[in-house]
């Protein structure tokens, strides 16, 4: 299995950062490993960890009915919307929102086959922001473009998806 020398510098969250701060931040991560189809993060589940893909690929999901909604001819166990599969190529992490709050899961992730990981906590990651300013806002910097780029995304889809729900009810 890949993942064994990671290249810490071509990690978009890392991007910006000298050998000498990567060095720093390095410890507050461990690896963890999961078989192929065990569940990393499950939407709906609290959690605190953020996780980079280093081996492997993954598969995001959400589920398409909101929890505890009922809508006849539809079982909520089987309608998952696959939002992107993962490949270690670019060293993908998810889980990001998890340190700065203490919210459920938004999405659930699965190992699409044995994968490897980079993981850190919230008391690890903000223990490093308080001890190493610099790199700390560094990162929080990093996080904080993810997070936006997330939201203008999902603003566009929300624009075609009312849009296209506006059509449809003028056919009527």
Not at 65 to 89: E, F, N, Q, Y
Request: aromatic residues 6%; hydrophobic residues 50%.
């Amino acid at each position: 299995m890949a993942g064994q020398g990671v290249a810490w510098d071509q990690i978009a969250l890392f991007a910006g950062l000298g050998a000498e701060e990567i060095e720093r931040i390095e410890p507050i991560f461990e690896r963890q490993r999961f078989a192929a189809g065990k569940q990393v993060i499950g939407e709906g589940e609290p959690g605190e960890e953020m996780f980079i893909l280093i081996a492997g690929s993954v598969r995001v999901s959400k589920a398409m009915v909101i929890s505890g909604m009922a809508i006849p001819g539809l079982d909520p166990a089987k309608s998952r919307k696959v939002l992107a599969t993962l490949d270690a190529a670019s060293y993908p992490m998810f889980g990001e929102m998890a340190l700065i709050d203490s919210d459920i899961r938004s999405a659930s992730v699965a190992a699409v086959e044995e994968s490897e990981f980079l993981v850190t906590g919230r008391e690890r990651f903000f223990d490093l922001v308080h001890r190493e300013p610099a790199v700390g806002c560094k990162l929080l910097a990093a996080i904080s473009r993810r997070m936006a780029a997330t939201v203008r995304k999902n603003n566009v889809e929300l624009i075609k998806l009312t849009t296209a729900l506006a059509l449809a009810l003028s056919r009527r």
